[in-house]
């Protein structure tokens, strides 16, 4: 497949992808109707923060299946969009946590010893030692505003140079924050409490420009260390408070526009150290993002789970064999009930028996929806399938029962709506045969593949037989039929493996027999 990469990563990204077969094209300076073009090409795209991802660029081609970030920070990305156009958004969280930690405990060292200015100074041939009385990390507070994966390895490395730690963080709990050392606080307090303030926040509409001039007020005599998203700290008002006197410094990696502007603010004081986005610039970091960014495009582009999909099931690499092998018969029940529905659907539940409930099923159910709502001839994959459901107001339910009466796992998918349900439950034979065991509460035996049709009948001689003649008639060869009924004389349902599509005519002719009670064809597998 085509991978598009529009901003630099390390060669061995680039070699990740290769050595897997794909066509690989860099375009690193692409814009407006020139990356929409290039865009229309790709199956993969790869970007760092320098490429804006819109809708547009979204818009620009129906086979895109991954948009990677080569880093953590993905607010360049419409993931929202990303999400309804069925598109998997990835980043690489975990591949420049050290250096951005390492590059805040710099800067936090360089603003309380003045590193930067004295080194300027002495290069200009003065010997300004008089000038430079630093502050002394040991024993004064660190606040930290954003406690993932970055500032947790801060708050680590401060917290072992004698820093007490308080942290300000809605979404992580109290038991994880004792154990980094780190006191929980409300943001104002935290704000209040810190000596040195540094920003681990992702940008998004609620944190831009959250640290404006009443949040540095409660700083005064404090510094700001900002490695993380520029955006978030209102610019100006940083420079007007060290400016005058309010705060005692400041250091920044990241900024609200870059580059920079040569206008800034923050170029005017030498109180503020300013560095040009080198939280993730090391040789080590840059080789881990680009080859985790690309591993990630391989498994999406192979149809596997992705690790660090953010709007998208993930799965545990170690655990997907284990549970690849349901994910097609989920899917594949999923478009068999949906296909069997008379009427609109409300309702999905699928319900998990047996072995299969000690795994990680979250991949499972999206492929489930996937089935369910692909016949409808909507857009949509395990990416969107949940919000599909969400937009459309179909309530879905998810299930475990641990005991399975007949299989040593099953998975059934049940679709409804006001006036009638209708339930098909899958399992696998011999660990990969996948089979169809139950369609509606009947038992049957059925390979899902290709083109299937299932009738409902009276169960009395010569049914069958109809059924064949008037297939043979309209040239639908069977391949394979699986026949139940619920008790001698009653109703009986048929599952038909054939090897072409059912023309209408064929199904109104079974349809005016009393005998027949409904005639239902279904593709599986993509097929007509």
């Known amino acids: 497949m085509n991978v598009l990469v529009t901003d630099p990563i390390a060669d ?34 790869i970007v760092r923060s320098g490429t804006e991802v819109t809708e547009e660029v ?36 975990e591949g420049n946590v050290r250096a951005a930690a390492e590059h805040t405990v710099a800067m936090t060292f360089a603003a309380a010893r003045s590193i930067p200015q004295a080194h300027i100074r002495l290069t200009d041939g003065e010997w300004a030692k008089s000038e430079y009385l630093g502050a002394e990390l040991d024993g004064k507070t660190l606040g930290v505003v954003g406690l993932g994966r970055v500032g947790q390895e801060v708050a680590k490395k401060l917290d072992s140079l004698g820093m007490d730690i308080v942290a300000f963080d809605p979404y992580i709990s109290e ?69 005058d006197g309010t705060l005692a410094g400041a250091a920044l990696d990241v900024f609200a526009e870059e580059p920079l502007p040569a206008e800034s603010p923050l170029l005017e004081h030498d109180d503020v150290i300013v560095t040009p986005h080198l939280g993730a610039s090391t040789e080590a970091a840059q080789e881990n993002v680009a080859t985790s960014t690309a591993e990630q495009v391989n498994a999406a582009l192979s149809e596997e789970p992705v690790a660090n999909a953010l709007n998208a099931p993930s799965i545990d690499e170690s655990a997907f064999p284990r549970v690849e092998p349901y994910i097609e018969i989920a899917e594949t029940a999923g478009k068999v009930a949906a296909q069997l529905l008379d009427g609109r659907i409300e309702t999905v539940e699928v319900t998990y028996e047996g072995e299969i409930t000690d795994e990680d099923i979250e991949f499972v159910t999206a492929s489930a929806l996937k089935g369910v709502f692909e016949p409808l001839e909507w857009q ?14 179909v309530d ?17 998918v049940t679709v409804g709506n006001d006036e009638d349900e209708i339930s ?7 660990g990969d ?21 299932v009738t409902r009948n009276t169960d009395e001689p010569g049914v069958i037989g109809l059924i064949g003649s008037v297939m043979g008639k309209h040239g639908v060869n069977i391949a394979g039929m699986f026949n139940a009924r619920e008790a001698h004389g009653s109703e009986a349902l048929t599952v038909y493996n054939v090897d072409s599509q059912v023309p209408d005519a064929a199904k109104d002719e079974l349809n005016e027999d009393g005998r027949i009670i409904g005639v239902d064809y279904i593709t599986l597998n993509g097929q007509n």
């Not at 045969?433 to 049709?453: E, F, L, N, Q, W």
């Open 433 to 453: 045969d996948p089979r169809i065991v139950r369609v509606d509460g009947y038992r049957v035996d059925a390979i899902p593949h290709g083109k299937m049709v």
């Open 396 to 412: 879905v339910t998810e299930s475990k029962t641990h005991q399975a009466a007949d299989f040593q796992s099953l998975i059934s």
């Open 175 to 243: 038991e994880r924050a004792d154990r980094l050392g780190a006191e929980l606080v409300e943001f104002e307090d935290c704000l209040e409490r810190a000596d040195f303030l540094t920003i681990h926040t992702p940008l998004t509409p609620e944190t831009e420009g959250m640290i404006g001039e009443a949040e540095l007020d409660l700083l005064d005599g404090g510094y700001v260390i900002n490695v993380g998203r520029g955006g978030i700290i209102q610019e100006d008002a940083l420079a007007a408070k060290v400016e």
């Open 58 to 93: 979204l818009d620009a081609n129906d086979d895109l299946v991954i948009v990677g970030r080569a880093g953590i920070g993905v607010d360049n990305i419409d993931i929202d969009a990303a999400t309804d156009h069925g598109v998997i958004v990835a980043n690489a969280p």
């Open 424 to 430: 098909v439950d899958g399992t696998l034979f011999a």
């Open 12 to 45: 061995a990204g680039l070699d990740v992808l290769r050595d897997a077969g794909h066509e690989v094209e860099t375009g690193y300076e692409l814009e407006g109707e020139s990356l929409l073009e290039a865009v229309s090409n790709a199956n993969g795209l």
């Open 380 to 393: 949509v994959n395990a990416v969107n399938a949940p919000q599909v459901a969400e937009d459309r107001g």
